[in-house]
């Protein structure tokens, strides 16, 4: 098949979304399929011959713009302006997979046509702007989400299948936007497993153990100064505990570094720039614990792509967040954590320091992690649904 692949975020990007997509891309050409990628970065190298790919991507500078109308006014733009790029090409395809959360890629669907395009998948992660109104940062009244959920209703209407994370979710987007069943899907998120020769192959400059990991950046959905203040507690509380953040972005680290700056001194604390999903899993095999934390104002149906990452290495997890939340069901169900208090950063820390001293089956993680979590398993759900 010819398959356009759309997204924000490619390799080599530090995101999870540019390590699913990557992933997603790689698994599909060597099965054979012919692989366009449309995306906004200046520089895609996603670990394979650049000659096996069609690539169309313009640099967005705003994408990661804490100024939301700039960055907004750029997320509308350049998918119009990649759009017609892609119009003056003469490829035609049977499938489009589109990546949210952006929900403007829609513009360049409208302009491509559908016997451009073909099938439209759409992988929803973030439910935008529907969590805008949860995180109390904009009213239902208000003009602009007015316009951004419009847009995001077009998004869903020309979508072929649209899939969530979860369950929670599906329910969320039939209830609010009247979508037919059929339509939606589960499609767990996704990462290539890495063999355990390959891992040996990961080098680091010096042998990385800790108690606590952190994973990735402090997105809205993080609930970040609760974290810091149970991380903080929770090493105050004992002078062995330790902990990593890896891949924290510039502004985040800086103020992670202040909060932390005590303990950072006595190299308790430790934060690691631009790490590989290699050397992520390979530290993961060395910590004890790994974090997860999400604000109890979110959307229920959130799993972060640190906690899937977490789990293929047999890594627990800790996870602060309300045990309604879909991915605190799933640590409990399957005992691939503890969950913690996400209201009482004393209590946390104490249930942190009970599960630093608990005994889990890393193995049954690692396993539940391959099995579900599996670039193998995205691609052979959406192929089954092409047919």
């Known amino acids: ?32 399929h012919q692989c366009s990628i449309l995306a906004t970065q200046k520089e895609i190298d996603i670990g394979i011959n650049k ?5 169309f991507s313009l640099q967005n500078p705003f994408k990661r713009s804490k100024k939301m109308y700039v960055r907004g006014f750029f ?3 350049f998918p119009i302006f990649l759009g017609i790029k892609l119009l003056l090409k003469p490829d035609k395809y049977d499938l489009t997979i589109c990546y949210s959360p952006s929900i403007f890629w829609v513009l360049t669907l409208l302009i491509l046509g559908k016997k451009k395009y073909g099938l439209y998948f759409l992988v929803v992660r973030d439910l ?26 077009l998004s869903f209407k020309k ?37 355990k020769n390959e891992l040996k192959k990961v080098s680091l400059f010096k042998k990385h153990k800790f108690d606590l990991m952190m994973l990735g950046n402090f997105g809205v959905a993080q609930n970040r100064d609760f974290l810091l ?13 330790t902990a990593c953040f890896l891949g924290l972005k510039s502004h985040d680290k800086e103020y992670a570094k202040m909060r932390l700056k005590i303990f950072e001194k006595s190299k308790r604390v430790v934060f690691l720039d631009s790490v ?51 991915v605190a069901k799933r640590i409990s169900k399957n005992k691939l954590g503890i969950i913690g208090n996400c209201i009482n950063a004393n209590l946390c820390a104490k249930q942190i320091n009970n599960a630093l001293i608990s005994n889990f089956d890393r193995k049954l993680i690692h396993k539940y992690g391959i099995e579900t979590f599996s670039t193998d398993n995205a691609v052979k759900k959406i192929l089954k649904d092409v047919l």
């Open 159 to 195: 979508a072929d299948k649209i899939y969530t994370q979860s369950h929670v979710d599906i329910n969320l987007i039939k209830s609010e936007y009247q979508i037919e069943p059929e339509k939606l899907g589960l499609l767990e998120n996704w990462y290539e497993p890495i063999e």
């Open 75 to 77: 997320e509308i733009l």
């Open 276 to 326: 590989t999903h290699g050397h992520a899993i390979k530290i993961a095999n060395n910590c004890k614990l790994g974090i997860v934390s999400l604000s109890p104002k979110l959307t229920e149906g959130n799993i972060p792509g640190k906690f899937c990452s977490y789990c293929m290495a047999g890594l627990p997890t800790f996870c602060i967040a309300p045990k309604s939340f879909e």
């Open 128 to 153: 935008f702007p529907l969590w805008l109104i949860k995180m109390k940062k904009i009213s239902v009244r208000n003009v602009i989400f007015k316009c951004l959920n419009y847009i995001s209703k």
């Open 51 to 55: 000659s096996k790919l069609n690539i």
């Open 1 to 32: 098949m010819k398959i356009l692949i759309i997204s924000d975020s490619f390799l080599p990007e530090k995101i999870s979304a540019a390590k699913h997509m990557s992933d997603l891309v790689k698994k599909l050409v060597n099965l054979g």
């Open 229 to 241: 203040d149970v991380i903080f507690t929770t090493l105050l509380s004992s002078n062995k505990t």
